[in-house]
């Protein structure tokens, strides 16, 4: 019976079931949580810098599509490969952000899981004039920026902008990287605290300083956007 109950919900029309209602359901949060930004001109200030490399912390990341306000800001996500990948893929493509399928940063092994294909395409993409969105954790090590972010930064030339965008009602699921359910009716914030760009040249000390100061960025700006909506205690999780 387990069995039958995965195999049913890894089915293509099941997936896509699925990635519909997710988007359709994230779309409601975002009409109906009031958010504000941090700084708050950020949209002004970050248009310049584009195509830019968009990261944020696993298990933060289901409101980011929202983050793009214009047609002519194109974005791609990487998502995973594994089969519970393919309804967040499907959801992501129905809100408007492009998909890269492979695997995120594994302490740079990025031959693990097509990630070398799909470092090669979020570099392409780069290259192209599309932003890209990528969780900057190493799998199954909530909150330890990887160095696969920095790696991208210093190929492409282009900069990193840390953020975190958070709401005030959610539900927290009890797994490795504290998964955050956001709910409607609530208060939201983006917050940026700034950007980092990885010189051509970088040497692995400069690698390695790089990926602590995006870790830090990216922990602060947890901590001011739950401040903001009146959740700081929910920083911790």
Not at 119 to 135: P, W
Not at 141 to 151: K, P, W, Y
Request: aromatic share 8%; net charge positive.
């Amino acid at each position: 019976m387990k069995r039958f109950l995965r195999d049913f919900l890894r089915s293509q029309s099941v997936q896509r079931a699925l990635g519909a209602l997710a988007a359709e359901y994230l779309r409601l949060v975002w009409r109906t949580t009031r958010f504000s930004f941090d700084p708050h001109d950020v949209y002004t200030s970050v248009e310049p810098m584009q195509p830019a490399i968009f990261c944020f912390w696993h298990g933060q990341h289901f409101m980011t599509p929202f983050i793009k306000t214009k047609e002519t800001h194109h974005a791609k996500v990487l998502i995973s490969r594994h089969r519970d990948g393919e309804f967040n893929a499907i959801a992501a493509e129905r809100l408007g952000i492009g998909t890269i399928r492979g695997s995120g940063d594994h302490e740079g092994a990025f031959h693990r899981k097509g990630g070398v294909g799909a470092f090669r395409e979020m570099l392409q993409a780069l290259a192209g004039g599309c932003n890209i969105a990528t969780t900057a954790d190493v799998p199954k090590r909530a909150r330890i920026a990887g160095l696969g972010v920095i790696m991208l930064a210093r190929e492409s030339g282009r900069p990193i902008l840390p953020l975190a965008m958070v709401t005030s009602r959610f539900h927290r699921l009890k797994n490795w990287d504290s998964t955050t359910i956001n709910l409607p009716f609530g208060r939201g914030a983006v917050v940026g605290i700034d950007v980092v760009w990885v010189p051509p040249d970088a040497d692995a000390e400069t690698m390695e300083r790089l990926r602590q100061q995006v870790e830090s960025y990216l922990n602060e700006s947890t901590r001011r956007a739950y401040a903001l909506v009146g959740r700081p205690e929910a920083a911790l999780g």
